[in-house]
C-alpha cells in the first residue's frame, strides 16, 4: 500500500468519489449493512448502553495511569518470555521490525491486519528491503494486490465489487487455469484462501496487530473473522505484534467487558469469529507456537495527546461504527480522506499524526451531525474534538482567506445589534424584492457553493424582529381590535 | 408540574423567543408562527433585540466571537422564565454548548448553568414543558418530517413534533426512510464541500419523494432551505415549511422558496 498523503486535495478526492460508479455502487451497501446490524445487536442486550459507559471508564482509568501499566505489560510479557520494543515513531516502529525480520533471515512476512502497519508504512518499507509482505486478511490481501490502501479500518476492501476482485485474481493468479470459474463470492474465497495456505507455510514472520495489550498478564489479543491471524501468528519462526500505546487495558476482566461493545459495535456480532488470546512465545511443552513474540508498541505522537483534550480519542478500538453512521463517509468512501484513518475517528486522529496543515480539511469536512458520537462504543465526542481541530486552525490562522473574512464580516454584525438589524432588514428587503417572482434564486452572487447545486429561497421580505415591533405597536395602539382577533 | 410554573408566580410564564437569525431574515413567518403557538400555550411571548447564537463562529473554532455572542444572548434573555427557538439547532448550541464556553470564568458559571436550564426548542417546550396535546389548526395534506441533527441528538426532539402534528385535522404523516440522517447542510459545511453537501441532500430528496408526501416539514430552517432548494431544483412538487408554521395554522402561506403572488396551497 501506498502512504501517500491525499488529504489536503480533500475537495478533489471526494469529487472523483462522488463520480466513481463501482465506488457508489459499493458504498450504497455501506450503511444499510453496518447501521441495522449494529442496532440490532444493541437491541438485543439490555445493558448495551451501560457497558459502553463501563468501556469508557476502563479506558478514562488505563490512560490516566498509563505509564504503570506500559510498565506492569512489560514486566508480564517478558516474564512470559516476550520482547517488548517501544517505538517513538514510525520510522522507529519499522527498523524495529526490519531488525527482527533480518536478524531471523526472514524473506516472507505473513500479516494479520494491522492499521499500525498502514500508519507506519510498513508494506513498503519492508519490500523495499528485501522482504515479501503478504496481507492474509482477505479484505487487506485485495488491496494489497491493487496496491491500495484501506477505505475502512474494519473491512479494508469495502470499496470493491465482486467483480472487480475476480478481475484482479485473473490477472495476479496467472498460474491458475484460466477458464475456471469465479462467478461465485464463494469460489473468490476458495481461491484466496488456497493461494494463502502456501504463504502461511512459507512465511518466516508473522506480524498482526493487537486489538488489547491486558497489562495483568502481559497478553496481546486480535479480533477476527476469517482465522487468518491465527495462522499468521502461530506458524512462523516469529510473531511481531504492532500495537500502539492507547491498545493497553489493565486486566483480563476488563477485556471482556469493552469485548462485549466492540463486535456489537463493528458488525453487530455478539462476538467475532476469532479472539485470540497470545502470551509469549511457544513454550516447552505446547504442541504449536512461534520462537519468538516481540511486542512493538508505538506511540507516534499518542503519548503528546494525553495531556490534552484530543485525550479521548486514546479510548478508541476502532470497531469502524463512526465511519458506518457517517453521512460523509457514505458519500465519499475511505480513500478521499487522503491517509490511513478515515470517517469521524479519521478526521480527529490524522490531524494529529500528520499535522493541521494537512489534515485540516477532514474535521471541517463534517455536518457535525453528531450521529458518529452517538453509536461510538467508547463514548469518543468526535464533533467536539473535530471543532477542536478547527479552533486550532483558527487560532493559526489556517483557514482560508475567503471563510475567514466571511466570517468576520458576519461577526462584525452580529456583534452589532444597532447596525445588524437595520443592515438585515435592507438587505433581506432587496433580496425579497429581487427573488418576488420565482420566490427563488437558482444562482447569487458571493453563493456559488449553495446554488450550483439547489436553489435559494427568497426571504420573504423584512426582518421578523421589525414586523414584530410594528405589530406590538399596532396592538398597544389597538388593543381592543387585537383581544379580539 | 409546579417546577415549570413561573419563577414570579404568574399564571403566564413570561418566555423570551428567540426566533434565530435564519427565520429573522429569511422567514419571519416561522416566527409569527412560533409566538402563536406560545401564546396559545399561556405564555407571555417577549422579542428582545436579537442577532444570532453563535454558532457559525462556533463551528469555524472562532471562540472568542462566539462567547461574545452568548454573553449577549445571555445578557439579552436572563430575565425570561424560558427562553424558546424555533431550531433545535440553535437551542441545542445554547443548551449543551455554551458551559463549555464559559469553562474557567466562575463569575459566569452559574449564571450560564441557570439560562441554558431555560433554554428549550419549540416543540419540545410546548409537549415537555407545557405540556401541549394538540393543537386547533387543519392541514390538508400528506406531510414527512425530517428529524433534524442537533434537535434530535442533543436535545432528544423526536416525538414531540410528530405528537402536535398528529392533532392537526385532515394532516397525515407519511414517515421517510432514514428520516433522522442528516441531510447534508451542516451550516458553512454545505458551501465548504458543496459536492458532499450535494450528494447527502440527493439522497436525502430522493428520500422525501419516495413517500409521496405533498409537503416536507422541520424544525430547523437551515435544513428546510437546503432540502426544499434540493426539491425545487429537482423539479419535485413538494412543499416545504417550517413544522410550526402548520402547527399554528399558518400552513397556507407560501412555502419555503416558493412565489408570493401564487403562493396559496394548490
Redesign the interface.
Do not use: H, W
Given at each position: 500500500m501506498s502512504v501517500e498523503i491525499t488529504t489536503p486535495r480533500f475537495k478533489d478526492n471526494a469529487k472523483k468519489a462522488l463520480a466513481d460508479l463501482p465506488l457508489q455502487g459499493a458504498l450504497s451497501k455501506v450503511g444499510p449493512g453496518f447501521i441495522g446490524k449494529r442496532a440490532a445487536a444493541a437491541e438485543k442486550l439490555p445493558e448495551f448502553d451501560g457497558l459502553r459507559d463501563s468501556a469508557r471508564d476502563i479506558k478514562n482509568h488505563t490512560l490516566a495511569h498509563l505509564d504503570l501499566y506500559l510498565e506492569r505489560f512489560e514486566a508480564k510479557a517478558k516474564a512470559a518470555g516476550g520482547h517488548v520494543h517501544f517505538a517513538v515513531d514510525a520510522a522507529d516502529a519499522r527498523a524495529i521490525v526490519t531488525d527482527i525480520c533480518q536478524r531471523l533471515g526472514a524473506r516472507t512476512v505473513t500479516k494479520g491486519k494491522s492499521m499500525i502497519s498502514e500508519e507506519i508504512g510498513l508494506n513498503d518499507h519492508l519490500a523495499a528491503v528485501g522482504i515479501e509482505p503478504v496481507e492474509t486478511d482477505l479484505g487487506e490481501y485485495l488491496i494489497q494486490i491493487r496496491g491500495e490502501a484501506p477505505s475502512h479500518i474494519i473491512a479494508p476492501a469495502i470499496h470493491l465489487n465482486k467483480d472487480q476482485v475476480e478481475a484482479d485474481f485473473r490477472r495476479v493468479h496467472a498460474h491458475l487455469p484460466p477458464e475456471r470459474d469465479l462467478s461465485e463470492p464463494t469460489s473468490l474465497l476458495a481461491e484466496a484462501r488456497g493461494e494463502l495456505r502456501q504463504k502461511f507455510l512459507a512465511a518466516d514472520v508473522g506480524i498482526t496487530g493487537a486489538n488489547f495489550l491486558v497489562a495483568e498478564t502481559g497478553t496481546s489479543i486480535i479480533v477476527t473473522n476469517e482465522g487468518n491471524g491465527d495462522l499468521t501468528q502461530t506458524l512462523p519462526k516469529a510473531h511481531i505484534v504492532l500495537a500502539s500505546l492507547e491498545k493497553l487495558v489493565p486486566t483480563l476482566e476488563d477485556v471482556s467487558q469493552i469485548l462485549r461493545v466492540l463486535a456489537r459495535s463493528a458488525t453487530g456480532q455478539d462476538m467475532s469469529v476469532y479472539t485470540t488470546f497470545s502470551t509469549g512465545p511457544r513454550r516447552p511443552d505446547d504442541p504449536d507456537g512461534p520462537g519468538e513474540y516481540h511486542v512493538v508498541i508505538l506511540d507516534n505522537g499518542r503519548s503528546a495527546m494525553l495531556g490534552g483534550q484530543l485525550r479521548e480519542v486514546l479510548r478508541c478500538i476502532r470497531c469502524g461504527a463512526c465511519m458506518n453512521h457517517c453521512p460523509v463517509y457514505h458519500a465519499v468512501g475511505g480513500h478521499a480522506y487522503g491517509w490511513v484513518y478515515p470517517g469521524p475517528i479519521g478526521s480527529v486522529l490524522t490531524p494529529a499524526l500528520i499535522g493541521v496543515e494537512k489534515g485540516r480539511n477532514l474535521p471541517n469536512a463534517s455536518t457535525f451531525c453528531g450521529r458518529c458520537e452517538e453509536v461510538c462504543p467508547m463514548r469518543i465526542p468526535l464533533p467536539k474534538l473535530m471543532r477542536h481541530w478547527r479552533e486550532k486552525e483558527f487560532e493559526r490562522h489556517l483557514t482560508p482567506a475567503t471563510q475567514r473574512f466571511g466570517l468576520g464580516v458576519w461577526a462584525f454584525f452580529a456583534r452589532r445589534g444597532w447596525l445588524y438589524r437595520p443592515a438585515t432588514r435592507l438587505a433581506m428587503g432587496a433580496l425579497s424584492l429581487l427573488g418576488r417572482a420565482k420566490g427563488r434564486f437558482a444562482s447569487l452572487p458571493l453563493a456559488g457553493g449553495w446554488t450550483q447545486h439547489r436553489d435559494f429561497p427568497a426571504p420573504q421580505g423584512g426582518t421578523f424582529q421589525a414586523q414584530w415591533r410594528a405589530r406590538q405597536a399596532e396592538r398597544r395602539a389597538a388593543p381592543r381590535q387585537e383581544a379580539s382577533r | 408540574m409546579t417546577a415549570h410554573t413561573s419563577p414570579h408566580g404568574a399564571r403566564h410564564p413570561r418566555v423570551g423567543l428567540f426566533?434565530t437569525?435564519l427565520?429573522?431574515?429569511?422567514?419571519?413567518?416561522?416566527?409569527?408562527a412560533a409566538?402563536k403557538l406560545l401564546e396559545d400555550a399561556g405564555c407571555e411571548v417577549n422579542?428582545p433585540?436579537?442577532?444570532?447564537c453563535?454558532q457559525?463562529?462556533?463551528?469555524?473554532?472562532?471562540?472568542a466571537?462566539t462567547r461574545?455572542?452568548a454573553e449577549?444572548m445571555i445578557t439579552a434573555f436572563e430575565t425570561f422564565d424560558y427562553v424558546v427557538a424555533p431550531s433545535g439547532s440553535c437551542a441545542g448550541m445554547i443548551k449543551t454548548h455554551y458551559p463549555e464556553l464559559f469553562t474557567g470564568e466562575p463569575d459566569w458559571a452559574g449564571r450560564v448553568e441557570r439560562f441554558c436550564a431555560k433554554v428549550f426548542e419549540l416543540t419540545s417546550f410546548l409537549v415537555d414543558v407545557r405540556g401541549v396535546t394538540g393543537v386547533a389548526a387543519a392541514y390538508d395534506g400528506t406531510v414527512t418530517y425530517h428529524d433534524s441533527?442537533?434537535g434530535l441528538?442533543?436535545l432528544g426532539v423526536k416525538a414531540q413534533p410528530r405528537r402536535l402534528l398528529a392533532s392537526v385535522e385532515g394532516l397525515a404523516l407519511e414517515e421517510m426512510k432514514d428520516a433522522d440522517?442528516?441531510c447534508?447542510?451542516?451550516?458553512?459545511?454545505?458551501?465548504?464541500?458543496?459536492?458532499?453537501?450535494?450528494?447527502?441532500?440527493e439522497k436525502k430528496a430522493a428520500n422525501i419523494a419516495a413517500t409521496g408526501a405533498d409537503t416536507l416539514l422541520a424544525g430547523d430552517l437551515g435544513c428546510l432551505?437546503?432540502m426544499?432548494?434540493?426539491l425545487?431544483?429537482e423539479g419535485r412538487a413538494v412543499r416545504a415549511l417550517h413544522v410550526a408554521e402548520v402547527l399554528a395554522g399558518m400552513g397556507d402561506e407560501?412555502a419555503?422558496?416558493?412565489?408570493?403572488?401564487k403562493?396559496a396551497k394548490r
Open positions: - | 426566533c437569525c427565520v429573522d431574515t429569511i422567514r419571519p413567518s416561522v416566527g409569527f409566538a422579542v433585540p436579537q442577532t444570532c453563535g457559525p463562529a462556533f463551528n469555524s473554532g472562532d471562540r466571537t461574545a455572542l449577549e441533527c442537533s441528538r442533543e440522517t442528516c447534508g447542510f451542516g451550516g458553512t459545511f454545505c458551501v465548504k464541500y458543496p459536492d458532499v453537501s450535494n450528494a447527502i441532500v432551505m437546503n426544499a432548494g434540493k425545487q431544483r407560501p419555503i422558496g416558493e412565489p408570493a403572488e403562493g
